[in-house]
């Protein structure tokens, strides 16, 4: 699955440290027969330490199976 991260959404509190992030994504499969798109929102502490496209594709992947499963 082909996961590409489109926008994040930071939420600060009031003492300016990050209370939410809403990472907006779309993805498809190879044969492009699937397509995906929404967004995950992550905590402040899933989204410090993997703020990089790689760290939060590997988050989106992970929730994204997921929520398939259940």
Do not use: C, W
């Amino acid at each position: 699955m082909n996961i590409r991260i489109s926008s994040t959404n930071v939420r600060y509190s009031d003492e300016g440290e990050v209370a939410s992030v809403q990472v907006h994504f779309s993805g498809h499969d190879e044969q492009r027969t699937i397509n995906v798109n929404g967004y995950i929102p992550l905590t402040a502490e899933e989204y410090n330490g993997n703020e990089s496209i790689t760290a939060l594709t590997i988050l989106i992947k992970a929730n994204l199976a997921a929520r398939l499963a259940a």
